[in-house]
């Protein structure tokens, strides 16, 4: 795999219900574009670009839409459609409420899933609680099959998508980005802390 050069593929997951949200999360304004429009923006360079949502709910230029195939279980069930959807290969795997990504924070986590041993299957980004994000992450097409059998047994954390061993993390303090831009939108008082803070 790590001799290979790197296929990719932009996966967003937007089929969820925003129940904390209470409206369309997707379509949320943040200084007057949709999230789902400022979480593409950064995912532009890839190749390949999958829209997990419903048919016809989004228009995404340049995005194939691929629908959920087990709707309302959450960001792993969304993780194994986009798996399922993407040429063999890293996909960057994001949901519609991290619009602070950027073009740089995915070059950086693409520069890291170079050269990794076989084993390593997800890249991820540490955030500012030295946490690995599920989240805003690379995972490859080989984990296709344990997040299958992880949803078949009930499994629904996105967390458990890889091992921890088969995981490699980036700080990335000492490359010039801030943890910030893991900042959630998960309801409405999140994106006014956005707006308050001109992100």
Known sequence: MSDAPPVLTAAITAGGQSRRFGTDKAAALLHGRPLLAHVAAALAAFPDRVLIAPPGRYALPGWRTVP????????????????????????????????????????????????????????????????????????????????????????????????????RTVNLVPLGLSPDLLRNVNTPADLAVLLESGQ
Request: charged share 15%; no cysteine; hydrophobic share 45%.
């Open 68 to 167: 959920d195939t087990r709707p309302g279980e959450g960001p792993l069930a969304g993780l194994e459609a986009a798996l399922a959807a993407a040429p063999p290969g890293w996909v960057a795997f994001v949901g519609v409420d991290l619009p602070g990504l950027t073009p740089a924070y995915w070059a950086t986590l693409v520069a890291a899933s170079a050269g990794v041993p076989p084993g390593v299957l997800s890249v991820q980004a540490l955030d500012d609680t030295g946490r690995a994000q599920p989240l805003g992450a690379l995972y490859h097409t080989a984990l296709r099959p344990r997040v299958t059998a992880l949803l078949d047994a009930g499994e629904r954390r996105l967390r458990q998508a890889a091992p921890p061993e088969a995981v």
